[in-house]
């Protein structure tokens, strides 16, 4: 004899057609799982997210944290929009257009500026954020990408990534006062507090050079063991450590920038292109276009361990750190690859507030 269940709307069905449903409702969860890792994982938790007002499916580039202002600065590379979003509302206050093909950006705190890389028309913009106008544009090497501000010295340092040198702007006088020319690919160039030097990437030579500020006189190049490619830096100035996305081995490699030798290297997904660094949580945070976020653990000057590859958006290549929240702010542009424009926000997740 068939044994018989009563449903909830007071229906007779069989136990085979309710052994499906379990089935099929088994299913449906195992579908649903990845959907929620990509919310909440062992490092990240997804606060918010909002639409951008640029074209969906075009590329994104860097970001930067105006802390005056609160203000998150995002370069829309592909439209040329350089986006004010207020991060206390998660309202975006500007997209300031006209800025073709913007890659890099950084803003200079007391002066209420931002410098854009624009590779389009290959020059350095100058934008006001009284106005929210472009007030300059100054012209520069081939493929201005990634950019550095020393700020006792006033000058912001732009790599230009295929002219194979890095422009030296006054930001007092907002004029070009030097060029430095390399023997190879420029990649990401970041200022160390500590040490009042500026230090670029070699990408194609596998080396690190240094650059005294105060004269611009290239210091030294240096060759970093157990990197291939090394384009995105990031610096953590109180124990004199670069992270190096070396994309050649996907490998993250420390560097000693005092001793000038590789400390440590871990592995990483293909398509890492921008790291950042939470000193307040010692935290090192690295987009990789693949779809993931990985996050590492700084837990001295010589010890490093990742936490978790944490899944997002396939082309997230990029992403910011504001050091007061501890939040991670990472655009998209696409979401199971239809075409979208839009910002994401992630807590962070430490072992005290990894509970909901």
């Known amino acids: 004899m068939v044994q018989r269940s009563w449903t909830r709307c007071g229906k007779i069905r069989s136990a085979s057609t309710l052994a499906k449903i379990i089935i099929c409702i088994g299913a449906l969860f195992l579908l649903v ?163 009042r030097k500026v230090y670029v990437n070699l990408r194609n030579t596998n080396e690190v050079a240094a650059i005294d500020p105060s004269t611009d006189t290239v210091l030294g190049r240096y060759p970093v063991d157990g990197c291939q490619f090394n384009h995105g830096m990031a610096v953590d100035s109180e124990h004199h450590r670069a992270f190096l996305l070396c994309s050649g081995n996907r490998t993250l490699t420390v560097f000693a920038l005092d001793t000038h030798q590789s400390v440590a290297h871990l592995p990483m997904p293909a398509g890492a292109d921008v790291v950042k660094f939470d000193p307040g949580l010692s935290r090192i945070y690295v987009a990789c276009s693949s779809g993931f976020i990985s996050v590492y653990e700084a837990r001295d000057a010589d010890r490093y361990r990742k936490l978790e590859d944490f899944p997002v958006e396939k082309m997230v290549h990029s992403l910011a750190v504001d050091l007061t929240t501890h939040r991670v702010y990472a655009p998209e542009q696409e979401e199971r690859g239809q075409p979208v424009a839009r910002m994401v926000v992630y807590e962070a997740l430490t072992p005290d507030r990894s509970k909901p």
Not at 51 to 59: N, Q
Not at 71 to 78: A, K, Q, T, V
Not at 93 to 107: H, N, Q, R, W
């Open 33 to 195: 799982c990845p959907l929620s890792s990509r919310v909440r994982g062992q490092t990240l938790r997804q606060l918010a997210k909002f639409d951008l007002p640029g074209p969906a499916g075009k590329r994104f580039d860097y970001l930067t944290v105006d802390d005056e202002d609160h203000f998150l600065l995002s370069s829309h590379l592909g439209p040329g929009i350089l986006y004010v979003i207020d991060m206390r509302t998660n309202k975006v206050v500007k997209a300031i257009p006209g800025l073709p093909g913007i890659t890099g950006l950084e803003f200079v705190p007391g002066t209420r500026k931002v410098y854009t890389s624009d590779w389009g028309e290959e020059k350095i913009g100058i934008v006001d954020l009284h106005s929210m106008n472009v007030l300059k544009r100054l012209p520069t090497e081939a493929k201005p990408n990634g950019s550095t501000y020393a700020a006792a010295f006033h000058k912001m340092y732009v790599a230009n990534t295929l002219g194979k040198a890095v422009t030296v702007v006054d930001t007092d006088k907002d004029e070009i006062v030097n060029v430095l020319k390399f023997e190879s690919e420029t990649g990401m160039p970041q200022y160390d507090l500590a040490a």
